[in-house]
């Protein structure tokens, strides 16, 4: 069982930056792929960014490439979502989310979610 606790989300103006934390409880952590989705109100939970138990790699919906960067830290049981130059259209619900079957953009794949931060970004 893993239990999962967003934070760092808020109102922004545009172009500005936040970053997102996600904290997991148990001592497995190290051993899942962690992702980031968001829900805008009205629309369909959609996949941010992800990245692999083990060896680092990162993958972005084309969207956020170049504007937001997925970190982790094992040591931590933490996983980041560093958000630059952010939009309006960035606005959502974010959620964090832990896979034991590998970094995907595919929701099913996902295991556990957290309850998500609410990020606001103003014109």
């Known amino acids: 069982q893993v239990q999962l606790v967003e934070s760092g989300g808020g109102l922004v103006q545009a172009g500005g930056s936040l970053r997102l934390s996600c904290a997991a409880s148990?001592?497995?952590?190290?051993?899942?792929?962690m992702g980031w989705f968001r829900q805008a109100p009205g629309k369909e939970r959609e996949f941010v960014a992800a990245?692999?138990?083990?060896?680092?790699?990162?993958s972005y919906t084309v969207s956020v490439r170049g504007r937001f960067i997925i970190s982790r830290d094992n040591a931590k049981n933490t996983v980041y979502l560093q958000m630059n130059s952010l939009k309006p259209e960035d606005t959502a619900v974010y959620y964090c989310?832990?896979?034991?079957?590998?970094?995907?953009?595919?929701?099913?794949?996902?295991?556990?979610w957290g309850q998500g931060t609410q990020v606001t970004v103003s014109a």
């Open positions: 989310a832990a896979s034991k079957e590998g970094a995907s953009w595919f929701k099913a794949r996902y295991d556990y």
């Open positions: 148990g001592r497995t952590f190290s051993s899942y792929a």
């Open positions: 990245i692999s138990c083990c060896d680092g790699g990162t």
